[in-house]
T-cell receptor, first 117, second 114 residues
Framework: AQTVTQSQPEMSVQEAETVTLSCTYDTSESDYYLFWYKQPPSRQMILVIRQEAYKQQNATENRFSVNFQKAAKSFSLKISDSQLGDAAMYFCAYSPRDGGATNKLIFGTGTLLAVQP | NAGVTQTPKFQVLKTGQSMTLQCAQDMNHNSMYWYRQDPGMGLRLIYYSASEGTTDKGEVPNGYNVSRLNKREFSLRLESAAPSQTSVYFC?????????????FGPGTRLTVT
């Protein structure tokens, strides 16, 4: 069974600094998708970034980028120039490409990020 | 375009009571999902519907039933609520897998069972 592990329950970063959130996953599939979702205090789940496993290039979305290491099954999220609005719970998620008729997501347990002014 | 909407936002039930959580999406998505979120456990899939007329169990289906009423609506029913079902419930939807693999989430329902 596929699993997603986030080993950092809480992290803290100073405003304008850079922080990296870790995620590892376990799968026997060769093709899949990985995601980072952000959940601010409002509870709304917001997609931050996605990575397709067959693409070697790491995904980037403005201040957010990933370090995807397929062989190591590692998918970390780097937030540059951290802002107060980045404070939230961050979830790593996995979806197999061949998951049947629908794309079920498997989530990690989350990392709570605090941003200090 | 409201995206994914859920009602109610908050609910308190007594043990043994029943209720239905409503979810609707206006994005013409084929698939819909129900998750529960508990502290320290991330989101876990309760039930999902790959398309109108089909439903399947997820990781934690016990104590729940679902109905895919039409393409837009997917409801979650608790027949006899238990304190262990105190949680935040999220509905999500996604388009065909050939379009994108991401899911779009509703704002959640906080349910407390006393």
């Amino acid at each position: 069974a596929q699993t997603v592990t986030q080993s950092q329950p809480e992290m803290s970063v100073q405003e304008a600094e850079t922080v990296t959130l870790s995620c590892t996953y376990d799968t026997s599939e060769s093709d899949y998708y990985l995601f980072w979702y952000k959940q601010p205090p409002s509870r709304q789940m917001i997609l931050v970034i996605r990575q397709e496993a067959y693409k070697q290039q790491n995904a980037t979305e403005n201040r957010f980028s990933v370090n995807f290491q397929k062989a190591a099954k590692s998918f970390s999220l780097k937030i540059s120039d951290s802002q107060l609005g980045d404070a939230a719970m961050y979830f790593c998620a996995y979806s197999p490409r061949d998951g049947g008729a629908t794309n079920k997501l498997i989530f990690g347990t989350g990392t709570l990020l605090a941003v200090q002014p | 375009n409201a995206g994914v909407t859920q009602t109610p936002k908050f609910q308190v039930l007594k043990t043994g009571q029943s209720m239905t959580l409503q979810c609707a999406q206006d994005m013409n998505h084929n698939s819909m999902y129900w998750y529960r979120q508990d502290p320290g456990m991330g989101l876990r899939l309760i039930y999902y519907s790959a398309s109108e007329g089909t439903t399947d169990k997820g990781e934690v289906p016990n104590g729940y039933n679902v109905s895919r009423l039409n393409k837009r609506e997917f409801s979650l029913r608790l027949e006899s609520a238990a304190p262990s079902q105190t949680s935040v419930y999220f509905c999500a939807s996604s388009p065909r897998r050939t379009v994108t693999y991401e899911q779009y989430f509703g704002p959640g329902t906080r349910l407390t069972v006393t």
